[in-house]
């Protein structure tokens, strides 16, 4: 664990709109997998914003990705035993946020490395 960064915190701030969208699309249209995700979403915000380590974003990344994956399948050729959604507002957002999150915690990745000093590693303290 690091200092924080601003895309660390836009991550966080992301993963939780995320989860906040999935609960409305779980209580207003009635979505199954929105509902399954929206909780493990706004946990893995929480665990974003109290321990910025490689868990947590791991977590973030997992939340991102199956929402996102999920939406471009129901777009394209529909999700098991559905016919193909159309692309509307909702759509739209299901895209734009996962991949707003993913983006954010790349940058954070940059950020990270680009504020590491140069030169060669420290030595492990383990190391013989």
């Avoid at 966080?12 to 699309?25: K, M």
């Avoid at 129901?74 to 991949?99: E, F």
Wanted: charge should be positive.
């Amino acid at each position: 664990m690091g200092a924080r960064t601003p895309a660390s915190w836009t991550a966080v701030a992301l993963t939780a709109v995320l989860g906040l969208c999935q609960v409305y699309w779980a209580l207003g249209e009635g979505s199954s997998s929105a509902g399954l995700m929206a909780p493990f979403s706004l946990l893995a915000a929480l665990a974003l914003a109290r321990a910025d380590c490689l868990e947590a974003r791991l977590g973030v990344v997992v939340v991102a990705a199956a929402p996102l994956l999920l939406t471009a399948l129901a777009l394209t050729i529909g999700l098991p035993g559905q016919p193909r959604q159309p692309v509307g507002a909702g759509a739209v957002l299901g895209l734009a946020v996962p991949v707003a999150v993913l983006v954010a915690l790349g940058l954070d990745r940059r950020e990270r490395a680009r504020a590491r000093p140069a030169g060669p590693a420290p030595r492990s303290p383990y190391a013989r």
